[in-house]
């Protein structure tokens, strides 16, 4: 699954940065995100994510659910087949 998907899945607001330019490689986008945990400035590109305010990032929806609600693994898997 793509991460900026699983971004729509799992943020209560998202909106896409029209503005961003990116640097190494030509699909990735910046995704402003808001959740119950706070405010997320997101890079995607395909299924990788990396947050620039936290400096972390990851390989897949699961990982991006875990950071942005901070859930468990399993809790992660969870909340992604429910939708």
């Known amino acids: 699954m793509p991460a900026c998907d699983a971004l729509a899945l799992l943020a209560t607001h998202v909106k896409l940065d029209p503005t961003y330019l990116p640097v190494k490689h030509d699909h990735s986008r910046r995704w402003h995100a808001s959740t119950t945990l706070g405010e997320f400035e997101i890079l995607t590109t395909g299924p990788k994510w ?34």
């Open 50 to 83: 990396y947050d620039t305010r936290a400096r972390a990032g990851g390989g897949g929806a699961i990982d991006l659910a875990m950071h942005v609600l901070d859930l468990s693994f399993v809790d992660a898997v969870k909340r992604l087949t429910s939708r």
